[in-house]
């Protein structure tokens, strides 16, 4: 094997890292960068720095938002239906959702989903600070949309019985998505029929 120097290795090996990178990928992307001629390397290095460092998670929801800002642009939109707040496991489907068109309530992120076998217990995601905000607050209709697969329903099945004695309505997306696939790998037609199509738990 080509001896490799250090840098371009070290740069081949951080992008494998990420999810869906192989390590031929990884060659691939770091041999573009290293014979681009472009700004591009430093673009791509301040984007990474700003993601951390101009990031934060909205005290309510837990998504995304601008550092510095307490509440996500979708928690301080007074315009949000307030009485229905929607489930989702991570960020990426908040932007899945609000792309469908179909949905104009409240979120809640889990960061996460409930698996023993990986050692991810109710503690270890944002379950307790959603049963507070359900305690707390006056939803009528919680939407579990925890992705279609066995940590998913596990999930889903665990918030519905702590939430078993709340006022409150609980549904589940439609199985219009399919079993064992991911919100963010849904297509918009898909999406819109499994949020109108949600049912009781």
């Known amino acids: 094997m080509a001896n490799i120097p250090a840098p371009v290795q070290n740069l081949i090996d951080s992008f494998s890292m990420l999810p869906g990178i192989g390590p031929r990928t990884a ?50 939109n007074e315009q949000r239906d307030q009485d ?11 932007i899945v959702l609000e792309q469908s068109g179909g949905f104009f309530g409240k979120y809640h992120v889990l960061h996460g989903v409930l698996s023993p076998i990986e050692g991810i217990n109710p503690e270890d995601i944002r379950l307790e600070p959603l049963f507070q905000r359900v305690n707390n607050g006056n939803f009528k209709e919680i939407i579990i949309a925890t992705n279609p697969s ?14 078993a004695s709340a006022p409150v ?11 064992g696939g991911e919100l963010e790998y849904a297509d918009q037609n898909t999406l819109l029929r499994a949020l109108s199509g949600r049912q009781e738990l």
Do not use: W
């Not at 720095?49 to 934060?56: F, G, V």
């Not at 066995?150 to 939430?163: C, W």
């Not at 309505?169 to 079993?179: D, E, F, N, Q, W």
């Open 150 to 163: 066995m940590e998913g329903d596990a999930t889903a099945l665990y918030i519905q019985k702590r939430l």
């Open 169 to 179: 309505r609980i549904t589940r997306l439609a199985r219009g998505l399919p079993s």
């Open 27 to 76: 060659s691939r992307l770091t041999f573009y960068l290293l014979k681009n001629n472009t700004d591009i390397h430093q673009r791509l290095a301040d984007a990474l720095i700003n993601l951390k460092s101009e990031t934060a998670l909205c005290r309510e929801c837990f998504n995304i938002t601008l550092s510095g800002n307490d509440l996500c642009s979708i928690c301080s």
């Open 84 to 94: 229905v707040l929607c489930v989702v496991e991570s960020p990426m489907d908040v």
